[in-house]
């Protein structure tokens, strides 16, 4: 069964630092997504993507996130100036369709910010 | 902001005993998605409830949406060790981009 990639399985990053997550959605899918959840809580819907651009961002995904498709199958997230704060699992998700869809989700990508 | 609230918590059975987790909004749903998370892993959808007063079963588990569409359920017949987890229910917060809305959870520990 086709599954969502993500790499790496752990980032460990000084403070301050730049970081690029890295994710292969489901090839067939259209809809892509990231989402975040901070150890021991609620997974976070962090921003949408579709058609090359943001579809929705949540008030998380400030200037400091970008994401991007850089050719047809990778979708990334860089996170710039990291705070120690943005330590959390990053999951990657796409989706066929837009809605009422199910979201397959990666790994994850454990990011530690020291 | 758009919230699901979701109970309980935590949640320890004695292997055979039934669980249930109860996903609630203060304002009408259009659907909603529940999703099961091993410890350490990454949520798997589980199953999408779009019509009011719905009902879905897979196997053990029986998924309901409330007629108002306001509420949601989970329950698990005879627990077994495979089913521990954490159970979120997720709102898909727009019509058009998809963005899913997860409640808080509850983390299911099954007593063998």
């Known amino acids: 069964e086709p599954e969502v990639t993500q790499t790496p399985s752990h980032q460990v990053t000084q403070m301050g630092q730049e970081v690029i997550l890295r994710c292969v959605p489901i090839s067939n899918h259209l809809y892509f997504y990231w989402y975040r959840q901070i150890l021991g809580q609620k997974v976070e819907f962090l921003v949408s993507?579709?058609?090359?651009?943001?579809?929705?961002k949540s008030e998380i995904f400030d200037d400091q996130f970008s994401v991007e498709r850089p050719d047809g199958s990778n979708f990334t997230l860089k996170i710039r100036s990291t705070k120690l704060e943005d330590s959390a699992m990053y999951f990657c998700a796409s989706s066929a369709t837009n809605s009422n869809q199910p979201q397959h989700f990666g790994d994850g990508t454990r990011l530690s910010i020291l | 902001g758009q919230q699901v609230m979701q109970i309980p918590q935590y949640q320890h059975v004695q292997e055979g005993e039934d669980f249930t987790t109860y996903c609630n909004s203060s304002?009408?749903?259009?659907?909603i998605q529940w999703y099961k998370q091993r410890p350490g892993g990454h949520p798997v959808f589980l199953i999408q409830l779009v019509k009011s007063g719905e009902v879905k079963k897979q196997k053990r588990l029986t998924f309901q949406f409330g007629e108002a569409k306001k509420n949601s359920s989970l329950h698990i017949t005879a627990t077994q060790t495979t089913d521990v987890g954490t159970y979120f229910c997720?709102?898909?917060?727009?019509?058009?981009?998809?963005?899913?809305?997860f409640g808080q959870g509850t983390t299911l520990q099954v007593k063998p």
């Open positions: 993507f579709y058609n090359n651009e943001i579809s929705e």
């Open positions: 304002t009408t749903l259009s659907n």
């Open positions: 997720a709102e898909d917060g727009s019509s058009n981009t998809g963005k899913l809305i």
